[in-house]
């Protein structure tokens, strides 16, 4: 059984910065990412990172202003957000997968997921 704990989430005016943090518990995981999801919208794609950190991607709407790292130490996973916008306001899902895929970006190239933390960005 794994599980992704994410922690980090709150209110924020816009200008501000954030950091969100995954702890992972269980078995050895291979790559994690972030999502997001706002009301009434499909959970998007924000960010993948490799399990050795070498590799990362972001998404178009968060690229030079998020960035994901980890500790491998601490089995956790990063995702600091500056400049955000109101139209970051969403849930942060944490995800995971514990096989190889080569895509990165979709909902179904995760087998693990967190309960979600909130930002909200106010304008």
């Known amino acids: 059984q794994v599980q992704l704990d994410e922690s980090g989430g709150g209110l924020v005016q816009a200008g501000g910065s954030l950091r969100l943090s995954c702890a992972a518990s269980?078995?050895?995981?291979?790559?994690m990412g972030w999502f997001r999801q706002a009301p009434g919208k499909e959970r998007q794609f924000v960010a993948h990172?490799?399990?050795?950190?070498?590799?990362?991607y972001y998404a178009d709407s968060v690229k030079g202003r998020f960035t994901i790292s980890r500790d491998n130490a601490k089995n956790t996973v990063y995702l600091q957000m500056n400049s955000l916008k109101s139209e970051d306001t969403a849930v942060y899902y944490c995800?995971?997968?514990?096989?190889?895929?080569?895509?990165?970006?979709?909902?179904?190239?995760?087998?693990?997921w967190g309960q979600g933390t909130q930002v909200t960005v106010s304008s």
């Open positions: 269980g078995r050895t995981l291979y790559d």
């Open positions: 990172i490799s399990w050795s950190g070498d590799s990362t």
């Open positions: 995800a995971a997968r514990g096989f190889y895929s080569a895509d990165y970006d979709k909902v179904s190239n995760y087998n693990y």
